[in-house]
């Protein structure tokens, strides 16, 4: 759902709309980026590199330093991994996963190159129902899926009905309303007891101000 070096990763909003499903939990992971080559490679031999754009994007400064080398997006990290084995070319390489390089027997040229070494992503665990409660504990973090009237001092209001219910609001993020030129939806991320007269109360003003609403989940929040 998003980095904590390079921010949201805009797509999984879009398929979140897309497919109504709820977020059930999240997990915060800590990454490491790593080159991979085939066993005998040298980095001066490379002149083509395989990842998904977060792994390009969380690598940036150690990519500076190769700008000659062709920076080829890719599905995801692991499958960079799986194509650099299955082509054979010691002048492809990969930024993936120490896993990966163990998986397709591939060999780690450059070790932990992500720009931050508290580098962390969070991932979102989805599903098809909305499931509030798990094993009898309430969940304390909400997330909204919201669209705004084009008048004045909106976004304002809306915000501050999580304000008046002293709801701490702890991610915000726009995308454009598909089909819909320079209409935005916005999403919110907040903690709250879910059951809690303060999450209802803010829930009913929202849903009173909104152009529209949706509830895409009611989570425990992971500390990290």
């Known amino acids: 759902m998003e980095n904590s070096s390079t921010g949201a990763i805009v797509e999984v909003y879009d398929l979140m709309r897309a497919y109504e499903l709820y977020i059930v939990g999240e997990q915060y992971v800590g990454v490491n980026q790593n080159l991979l080559g085939l066993p005998g490679t040298q980095l001066e031999q490379l002149k083509e590199v395989y990842s998904h754009p977060q792994g390009f994007a969380q690598s940036s400064e150690f990519l500076k330093g190769h700008r000659d080398w062709k920076l080829t997006p890719y599905h995801n990290t692991a499958v960079s991994a799986q194509l650099v084995k299955r082509l054979g070319d010691r002048t492809k390489g990969a930024i993936a996963s120490r896993r990966a390089a163990q998986l397709y027997g591939l060999e780690i040229l450059a070790p932990e190159i992500e720009n931050l070494k508290s580098n962390t992503t969070r991932f979102i665990i989805v599903g098809r129902e909305f499931l509030p409660q798990t094993a009898g504990e309430a969940a304390d973090k909400v997330s909204l899926e919201v669209s705004l ?76």
Do not use: C
């Open 149 to 224: 009237d084009n008048r004045p001092g909106t976004l304002y209001r809306l915000l501050g009905y999580l304000a008046e219910n002293h709801l701490n609001l702890v991610k915000i993020e726009s995308r454009p309303a598909r089909g819909v030129p320079w209409e935005y939806i916005m999403y919110l991320d907040f903690e709250g007891d879910f059951y809690s007269p303060a999450v209802q109360s803010a829930l009913d003003r929202l849903r009173g101000d909104a152009a529209s609403l949706r509830i895409l989940g009611a989570y425990r929040k992971n500390n990290g």
